[in-house]
């Protein structure tokens, strides 16, 4: 990303609310919010390739923090408890679909947690986004999401509804749609509570 479309991001991040922050690796991230999160802390973690780049969840439980992670949950029942305590955590950490550079975060989720916990609960919001998720307007956001990200993140997690072969949304009904919720995050009433990084490597979907 250039220069110049980063400081227009920026500031109509600023304008709603939100701070934005320039990384040139993951690994700059993964320093930074190592640092940044108090130790005494709690956190919960959006399930997203990027983190798991990051390996940001053992980093965070090795150095005694207590993270609540989905994926350390060991059945269905874990899981969903995992992702209900996530919900209250001081902080939270999630990657995102897409960013806009008219200023808006845009998010599909499956059951739902990730997009309740950014929207409200948590205290502070850390999203890392990587520059290929970067686009110009929430239109071509929202197209991002539903034709770029829902196909790649069913494949992963094992669902197959129209968009995994056709490559495109069709606006499904499937019983293994993994769209159920659509987040437009617009602005933030809290000048502090969500921070958004952007990286110059491209990450996740
Ligand atoms: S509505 Fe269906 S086809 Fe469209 S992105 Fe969602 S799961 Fe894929």
């Given at each position: 990303?250039n220069?110049?479309?980063?400081?227009?991001?920026?500031?109509?991040?600023?304008?709603?609310?939100?701070?934005v922050?320039?990384?040139?690796?993951?690994?700059?991230?993964?320093?930074?919010?190592?640092?940044?999160?108090?130790?005494?802390?709690?956190?919960?973690?959006?399930?997203?390739?990027?983190?798991?780049?990051?390996?940001?969840?053992?980093?965070?439980?090795?150095?005694?923090?207590a993270?609540?992670?989905?994926?350390?949950?060991?059945?269905?029942?874990?899981?969903?408890?995992?992702?209900?305590?996530?919900?209250?955590?001081?902080?939270?950490?999630?990657?995102?679909n897409?960013?806009?550079?008219?200023?808006?975060?845009?998010?599909?989720?499956?059951?739902?947690?990730?997009?309740?916990?950014?929207?409200?609960?948590?205290?502070?919001?850390?999203?890392?986004?990587?520059?290929?998720?970067?686009?110009?307007?929430?239109?071509?956001?929202?197209?991002?999401?539903?034709?770029?990200?829902?196909?790649?993140?069913?494949?992963?997690?094992?669902?197959?509804?129209?968009?995994?072969?056709?490559?495109?949304?069709?606006?499904?009904?499937?019983?293994?749609?993994?769209?159920?919720?659509?987040?437009?995050?617009?602005?933030?009433?809290?000048?502090?509570?969500?921070?958004?990084?952007?990286?110059?490597?491209?990450?996740?979907?």
């Amino acid at each position: 990303m250039n220069e110049e479309k980063f400081e227009k991001l920026k500031e109509n991040f600023r304008l709603r609310n939100v701070e934005v922050e320039y990384f040139e690796s993951l690994e700059d991230v993964k320093l930074y919010i190592l640092d940044l999160i108090p130790m005494e802390c709690s956190i919960g973690i959006g399930h997203s390739t990027t983190l798991q780049m990051m390996n940001i969840t053992n980093l965070l439980l090795e150095r005694g923090n207590a993270v609540y992670d989905k994926e350390l949950g060991k059945d269905p029942e874990e899981r969903k408890n995992l992702k209900r305590k996530a919900l209250t955590t001081e902080w939270y950490i999630s990657g995102s679909n897409a960013v806009s550079v008219d200023g808006r975060i845009v998010n599909v989720d499956h059951s739902g947690n990730s997009v309740a916990s950014i929207t409200f609960g948590p205290d502070k919001v850390i999203i890392v986004v990587g520059k290929n998720k970067v686009v110009d307007t929430v239109d071509n956001a929202i197209k991002r999401v539903k034709n770029i990200a829902c196909p790649l993140n069913a494949k992963r997690a094992g669902f197959n509804p129209p968009c995994v072969t056709l490559n495109r949304c069709v606006d499904c009904v499937s019983k293994e749609r993994v769209c159920n919720t659509l987040s437009i995050i617009e602005g933030q009433s809290d000048r502090n509570r969500i921070k958004l990084f952007i990286v110059n490597e491209e990450c996740g979907f």
